[in-house]
């Protein structure tokens, strides 16, 4: 691989998509980070636009939106594994999730590609508090979910990016799962007074029934597919499945994972929390 040959980023403005692309180009790697919106475009759901950022690549990094647990993710995947092996693609390392049946699929259909791979299986982030879906929710001061007592090893997205960078750029490392969370089990309610404490402000976490919950994304405009990933979340995912600590920072990157209490006061210094 020379700094010529561009890695393809699906996903250029994803949580860890934007992290790998910046990782990689303080590296020295050219990289190519598509979305829908770029030039080339990639559109999962239109396959006619995954032909020209395929061109001259032989590396990727894969997220697949909305989440590899939906029912369509697994033949969507091989169908572009197909495609990236006809354009001479050699390596693609994907993001996956905890937990999830339908992902475990589609992860297997990578690792029976024949292709050079990696699979960076990653529990829940910590910037879902502050990048994602409840950002709103810390600032208005309350989070709703519809889980409650369940514990999980979250883990900070710099960390999954550093591992997958790790995934790219070092060939000993090809050819394995890197299951990424955490040391330090914690539930929702323990996040969100972690967030309460240091941010001096009034926060709290309200577990509530699934279906009212549902509905109340439904009249925000959640599509289909995201409305039966929020269900398949919350009843399968948070059952207490993935209630455990894994090793796959420590294995590809020989350091322990960033510690939430780390990650809530560095985005507090942000202002990203301040009120709107």
């Known amino acids: 691989m020379t700094t010529q040959t561009p890695i393809l980023i699906i996903g250029k403005n994803g949580k860890t998509g934007a992290r ?5 180009r303080q590296n020295g790697l050219a990289t190519r980070p598509v979305s829908r919106s770029t030039e080339p475009a990639f559109d999962w759901n239109r396959p006619e636009t995954w032909s020209a950022a395929l061109q001259s690549v032989k590396q990727a990094y894969v997220t697949f939106q909305p989440d590899l647990a939906i029912p369509s993710a697994e033949p969507t995947l091989r169908a572009f594994i ?3 092996r006809e354009h001479g693609v050699e390596h693609l390392v994907l993001l996956s999730g905890r937990g ?7 992860e297997n259909a990578l690792i029976d590609s024949g292709l050079r791979w990696n699979v960076v299986r990653a529990a829940w982030f910590f910037q879902n508090f502050s990048e994602s879906f409840l950002t709103g929710s810390v600032i208005a001061g309350e989070v709703s979910l519809p889980v409650d007592g369940v514990i999980e090893p979250f883990v900070d997205c710099d960390d999954i990016a550093e591992v997958a960078v790790a995934a790219l750029t070092r060939p000993e490392l090809a050819n394995r799962l890197f299951e990424v969370t955490g040391t330090e089990l914690m539930t ?16 709290i976490y ?10 109340y994304l439904s009249e925000l405009g959640m599509s289909e597919d995201e409305l039966w990933l929020m269900r398949e979340l919350f009843t399968q995912v948070l059952d207490g499945r993935n209630s455990y600590p894994t090793h796959g920072i420590e294995e590809a990157l020989g350091r322990l994972p960033r510690r939430f209490a780390d990650y809530v006061i560095a985005t507090h210094e942000s202002g990203v929390w301040n009120n709107a």
Do not use: H, K
């Open 20 to 24: 790998v692309d910046a990782l990689l």
């Open 82 to 84: 197909e495609a990236a």
């Open 100 to 106: 999830e049946n339908g992902a475990i699929r589609a």
């Open 188 to 203: 929702f309610a323990d996040c969100v007074a972690q967030i309460a404490e240091v941010t001096g402000r009034s926060i």
């Open 206 to 215: 309200n577990p509530v029934p699934l279906e009212p919950y549902l509905a």
